[in-house]
């Protein structure tokens, strides 16, 4: 019986959960299982969605960071400056961001051709500048409306996971039932091969760039409703954060396979394993060392499957 | 199929064992849990911060639990740290923020939930909290502005070294000390450039600054992780030791005695935890707590630095923050 | 003939950087000839000179990683970690300084052994193994210091550090002599052919029988040696033991090298143009502080090179 890594991650969290719930009695509390499950991996799992889009399309992006910080620290600024600037608005004036930001990281490796890795680490240094330049520190003051795409709930059910459901479904339908789709994951598994059956990898490869802008932009916007502020520091590590999550999640970094469900599973393990490391109270420098173990551990047991 | 069987048989057991399990809640035998959401962990100064919290709280036998989480300076981490202490069942929340601004939703979580809450070491944009235990940041960067411009007798140019671009402390030190800096219209201010609090950057920034100045009179830095590398290549490139700013670092004290040069050290004190957690104990017992505690640092001159040094501990060691029973003090 | 000719084309692909540098020490001459600060003084440039050593030496040693096929993003927590440990050992005293080395460079290539193990042998990808191995490095190394490192730099590592001989930075000369044994490694050797051979094409090297596991390995190994090398000369430079003083290299030495030609994903990349990348990084830094230009606009200068050159670089390719 052979399982691909995408379903292998559900057994894995599966697994996990079991364990955490023997290892704490206090796992299974319902306030507990809904901080864990509904609340805590929002930000990352859409962050890791973002990353998984650009990923299966053949490329990585590292400035998911500093897109996080370069958004959040815009909503606290122009909020800090006017607290009456509509909501709604705010959200749109955001999306327009990270898509556009996704654009430029679209344009530079797609158009001018130069290795993801090495594109988006200038770019993470040109957006990380950019909220420098914009907000020298860390400022609060998200008013409450904006803050409800985070703290509020309907019938008890958290809005953000509710809002998550919808932006997954609709990425995973675009990936897997549309032509656009298909098509990213022709260009990340064979790139030569794609563009000789007629795709546009050019194209293919900027709007996976942009769909991912947006989707960290979404990210962007859940976090500073989350913390409440923003500021040029706030994002800094989310990349790695996010790629961890993708690679547990089952997502080949060299590109064409891997399913952004899997990669939300790979976001809802960080989640579980960073709850139950404070609920069992271990030393964090300990847990540095197990995040570590755990990360090799678990792409070490998918690289021997594919082998 | 063999292994099919066996993974359906592993998950059946399993889901029973999980299901029967929360029977086990965890009692409470009196006593206080308490909850630490640290910012972060890894260096000497938060290994300092953290010695002082549990010297403290080994004063108070009617703590029973000590929970401590850290961050790692991520503020979207440290609010689901929160969430998790608040899980765990505790008496009283204490918070070293990572960036007191991006974590207010979760403080006033724990505040609604009637339980003490006490933040230190940063700033707050909220009122539900029981106390805010501060050191004032920009009276840091002022005070060792002050003392470098009256060292200077009000006039000569100097260069500015700052920690993290975008760090609240690092840009509210820098705040204070500008602030202060204009009050003496004869200082000039050569130069400002960001360190990131790494030796090795700092010293090859004023390696270039050296090359950049004919002449510096005056090297103000928020921390003795720059200022001593910066008095480093002054030394390197045979340039006078001239007077320098920077905290309670070890190493910073070693070299100003060893080369008899003057500097002041304006501590930031690691001592704000233990009094951060007698505070919430009070709020506990029910007794009457200040809504806003600072707490009174004085810097150091020379003489004083003399007498503070640690000619024989770590580099890495903070002088003046030391004063505990010897079993917590970190160990060498 | 072979190798001469894949010069005369890296050669080529070298332009981009070259047009950056040249815009750089253009802006540099002008800046000076404005009445700035004179970048091309000599006491500036030595300066320069002992960041680019050590930079410099770590981007060789990923250089040979990325032309392998692979990519190193643990020399940061490698140097970082050797410095503490090395301190600890020689405890400020020459007499220990030789077991000191020998402690470090054991675990450097320990630290790459285990990467290269991961990649070479589980298939793991190079980017998660070498952040899983940082990770856990890191993670020790905290378990062990608990942020406090309590050794001491001995006096002729900082001699070696700061000191110079005949006019020049005693680091360069190490720097010289790393770079010969890299040149040589790469182009001179039957291992240089053979990790060429497996990073462009890992198939079709291993159809020809070569062992790639083991030429893989080597090629962290050596990548973890130079990082550990990095962390002894950066505790000379210091004059510290310092627990984060690697900060900040895992990226830099990726982008020196790939500044430079190599190319991630393999078979490409070489001494000459990465010592041109690693300078490019200094240069901007140091211009920077010269200009008395605030972080963010170094920032943005430092990524904009970066996109300008390496765009050059692939519409020769193309």
């Avoid at chain 2, 106390?131 to 100097?158: M, N, P, S, Y």
Wanted: glycine share 12%; hydrophobic share 50%; with cysteine.
């Amino acid at each position: 019986m052979k399982l691909k890594p995408e379903r292998l991650v559900w057994f894995i969290l599966l697994l996990l959960l079991v364990a955490c719930s023997l290892a704490s009695p206090l796992f299974l509390s319902v306030r507990n299982l809904r901080n864990v499950l509904l609340v805590q991996p929002i930000g990352l799992g859409l962050a890791a969605l973002g990353e998984a889009f650009i990923v299966i399309s053949g490329g990585i992006d590292l400035s998911v960071g500093s897109i996080i910080s370069l958004s959040a620290s815009v909503a606290a600024g122009t909020f800090a400056a006017n607290p009456d600037f509509p909501p709604a608005l705010m959200v749109v004036l955001l999306l327009a961001m990270g898509a556009g930001m996704g654009a430029l990281n679209g344009l530079v490796v797609a158009r001018l051709r130069v290795t993801p890795f090495m594109a988006t680490l200038a770019m993470m240094l040109i957006y990380q500048g950019a909220a420098l330049f914009y907000l020298k520190k860390t400022v609060g003051g998200i008013p409450r409306d904006f803050r409800f795409i985070a703290d509020g709930s309907v019938a008890g059910v958290p809005v953000s996971i509710l809002l998550f459901a919808v932006v997954l479904a609709l990425v995973w339908l675009v990936l897997n039932k549309t032509r656009f789709g298909r098509h990213v994951y022709a260009v990340g598994s064979d790139p030569q091969v794609s563009a000789i059956s007629g795709i546009n990898v050019e194209r293919t490869r900027f709007l996976a760039y942009v769909a991912g802008g947006l989707l960290v932009a979404l990210s962007a916007i859940f976090l500073s409703a989350r913390m409440g502020g923003g500021g040029p520091k706030v994002g800094v590590g989310y990349e790695i954060d996010a790629i961890t999550a993708i690679v547990i999640g089952g997502v080949s970094l060299s590109g064409g396979s891997g399913s952004v469900l899997g990669a939300f599973g790979g976001a809802l393990i960080l989640g579980v394993f960073y709850n139950i490391m404070n609920l069992l109270s271990l030393n964090s420098f300990i847990q540095i060392v197990l995040k570590g173990i755990v990360l090799i551990l678990a792409v070490a047991f998918y690289s021997k499957k594919k082998a | 199929m063999m292994k099919r069987k066996g993974i359906v048989a592993i998950i059946a057991i399993a889901a029973a064992v999980a299901m029967v399990l929360p029977c086990w809640a965890e009692t409470k035998k009196g006593g206080f849990a308490i909850g630490w959401s640290n910012a972060g962990m890894g260096d000497s100064w938060r290994l300092f911060l953290d010695a002082n919290f549990r010297a403290e709280a080994a004063q108070h036998p009617e703590i029973t639990k000590l929970y401590v989480t850290n961050a790692d300076e991520k503020p979207e981490k440290q609010i689901a740290d929160i969430d998790d202490l608040l899980t765990k069942g505790i008496d009283a929340l204490i918070v070293y923020p990572t960036v007191g601004d991006a974590i207010v939703p979760a403080i006033e979580r724990a505040y609604a939930q009637g339980i003490p809450v006490v933040v230190f070491g940063g700033t707050i944009n909220t009122d539900k909290y029981t106390c805010l235990v501060t050191q004032d940041l920009k009276d840091f960067g002022r005070a060792q502005a002050e003392w470098l411009a009256k060292e200077l007798g009000g006039k000569g140019k100097i260069v500015l070294l700052s920690g993290i671009a975008g760090n609240t402390t690092a840009e509210d030190r820098l705040a204070g000390a500008r602030e202060a800096l204009k009050k003496y219209p004869k200082i000039e201010i050569l130069d400002h450039q960001y360190c990131d609090w790494s030796p090795p950057k700092a010293k090859s920034i004023m390696e270039a600054m050296i090359q950049a100045f004919p002449k510096i009179d005056g090297i103000w830095a928020d921390s003795g992780l720059m200022s001593w590398p910066a008095l480093q290549a002054l030394k390197e490139a045979k340039r006078p030791l001239v007077p320098s700013t920077g905290d309670q670092l070890n190493g910073y004290a070693k070299f100003l005695v060893d080369n008899k040069c003057r500097g002041f050290v304006f501590p930031m004190t690691t001592r704000l935890s233990g009094d951060a957690l007698k505070i919430a104990l009070k709020a506990l017992k029910g007794e009457k707590v200040p809504k806003n505690y600072s707490i009174e640092v004085k810097g150091l001159g020379p003489d004083k630095i003399k007498e503070f040094v640690r000619p024989s501990l770590s580099d890495w060691w903070w002088i003046g923050d030391d004063q505990m029973p010897k079993e917590f003090l970190p160990k060498l | 003939m072979e190798t001469r000719r894949v010069r005369g084309v890296r050669k080529i692909e070298h332009s981009g950087l070259i047009v950056a540098l040249a815009v750089l020490l253009a802006a540099g001459a002008l800046y000076g000839a404005l009445g700035g600060v004179n970048f091309f003084k000599v006491g500036n440039l030595l300066n320069i000179a002992r960041s680019f050593s050590m930079l410099a030496i770590v981007a060789m040693g990923q250089t040979v990683a990325i032309v392998g096929g692979g990519l190193d993003l643990s020399v940061a927590e490698t140097i970082s970690s050797t410095n503490v440990l090395a301190a600890a050992v020689m405890a400020g005293s020459d007499s220990h300084l030789l077991m000191a080395i020998l402690v470090a460079c054991a675990f450097g290539a320990l630290v790459g052994a285990c990467n290269g193990l991961l990649v070479a042998k589980r298939g793991v990808p190079p980017f998660i193994a070498t952040l899983g191995v940082a990770t856990i490095v890191k993670g020790l190394r905290l378990v062990w210091t608990q942020g406090l490192p309590t050794g001491k730099i001995a006096p002729s590592l900082i001699e070696l550090g700061i000191g110079s001989t005949f006019g020049l930075p005693n680091l360069t000369f190490v720097l010289a002599l790393a770079a010969l044994v890299f040149a040589l490694l790469l182009r001179r050797t039957g291992y240089g052919r053979r990790l060429f051979a497996v990073g462009s094409n890992p198939a079709a090297a291993s159809l020809c029988g070569l062992r790639c596991e083991a030429v893989v390995i080597g090629s962290y190994v050596i990548c973890g040696l130079s990082a550990a090398i990095v962390g002894l000369l950066l505790g000379g430079y210091t004059g510290m033991s310092d627990q984060l003083v690697g900060e900040g290299y895992d990226t830099d030495s990726i982008a020196a090298a790939v500044l430079g030609g190599a190319s991630i994903g393999g078979g490409s990349g070489g001494v000459g143009g990465t010592l041109l990348g690693a300078c490019m990084m200094l240069v901007v830094t140091n211009l920077a502080v010269l200009a008395h230009f605030p972080i963010q606009s170094q920032m943005l200068m430092k990524g904009l090179l970066i996109v300008v050159a390496l765009w050059i670089d692939s519409r020769k390719k193309a």
